[in-house]
């Protein structure tokens, strides 16, 4: 059965487009394409993802590499790990640069860091592409629900042409600003996120030692200031001990020791962000890699 639920997509001119990387994030993207009357060709490190995804969505295809992957479509889109993997599906002979036609459109989904976003809009520039940072928030929910927010960077040309498209897995899809704009906006997200799981997990804790009904607490203290989407969606998952949502610890500290490495270049101070960070190693040492983030509140236990 299909994990990713139905949407009402709106009448969008079908593409041949391809998709890299079907993780948690990717592969729900993906399908959201193919349920749009999309023609998607997608790229796994690990085959038999993208030979699943075929079975999943007759008339998909699928490549051994990027480059082979990437034949023929007009947008690739792309969600994987980190800045080492982005560049390995995107530089080199087999790299998707290598066999995307003239003209075509690259949108990187994976949260990276500014810098490769713009190292590789050169690159695409140079080889006669165009790229587009495309990070997005949401979580495997979003993913699985065609709810993501993206937030992107690049030209006002390439960003127009891609949306119609990427709105098949998106409540938002926005043009921040030039090359990179994408990827800062995501560590904003970042940071914001991490200040408020942190103030949700003690005052969740604190609740607890007092001894309230902290389900009833959180149903009335959501109706005033204190609402918020990590309060409404994981405020009762913290209170019943539950931590598989999906966007793990070991993700959030990588997109955080982004967010520190760009700190670094422009200067600004984040020390709440950064305790929050600590807080997460401690999380880690707990055994909670793979826990979401919301586990902040288990080393408050």
């Known amino acids: 059965m299909s994990s990713i639920n139905a949407k009402p997509y709106e009448s969008v001119s079908p593409q041949k487009v391809a998709f890299l990387g079907l993780g948690v994030m990717g592969y729900p993207m993906a399908g959201h394409l193919a349920k749009a009357g999309h023609q998607v060709s997608a790229y796994n490190r690990t085959a038999t993802k993208s030979i699943a995804f075929c079975v999943e969505f007759p008339g998909a295809t699928h490549g051994l590499t990027p480059k082979s992957a990437v034949a023929d479509a007009a947008i690739v889109f792309c969600c994987v790990g980190n800045d080492d993997d982005l560049r390995s599906v995107v530089l080199g002979p087999d790299g998707a640069f290598a066999g995307m036609k003239p003209g075509s459109i ?34 495997q929910a979003g993913a699985q629900n065609g709810a993501l927010t993206v937030m992107c960077g690049g ?18 899809f926005t043009l921040m600003g030039e090359s990179g704009a994408g990827q800062l906006t995501k560590m904003v997200n ?112």
């Open 106 to 139: 690259f949108v990187d989904h994976t949260t990276a860091s500014a810098s490769v976003a713009r190292e590789l809009y050169a690159a695409a520039k140079a080889a006669g592409l165009q790229f587009v940072d495309a990070p997005v928030s949401g979580g």
């Open 155 to 172: 030209d006002v040309e390439a960003f127009d042409a891609v949306k119609p498209a990427g709105m098949a897995f998106s409540k938002a």
């Open 190 to 301: 970042q940071i914001c996120i991490a200040g408020l799981v942190q103030g949700l997990s003690e005052a969740v804790a604190f609740g607890q030692k007092a001894g309230l009904d902290v389900n009833q607490v959180l149903d009335v203290i959501g109706k005033g200031a204190a609402q918020s989407w990590q309060l409404d969606n994981r405020g009762k998952t913290m209170v019943a001990d539950k931590f598989d949502f999906g966007f793990a610890v070991d993700w959030m500290r990588k997109d955080l020791g982004l967010v520190f490495d760009e700190a670094r270049r422009n200067g600004a101070r984040l020390p709440v962000t950064a305790l929050v960070d600590q807080f997460y190693a401690d999380v880690q040492a707990m055994g909670g890699q793979r826990w979401d983030t919301s586990s902040l509140i288990k080393r408050l236990k």
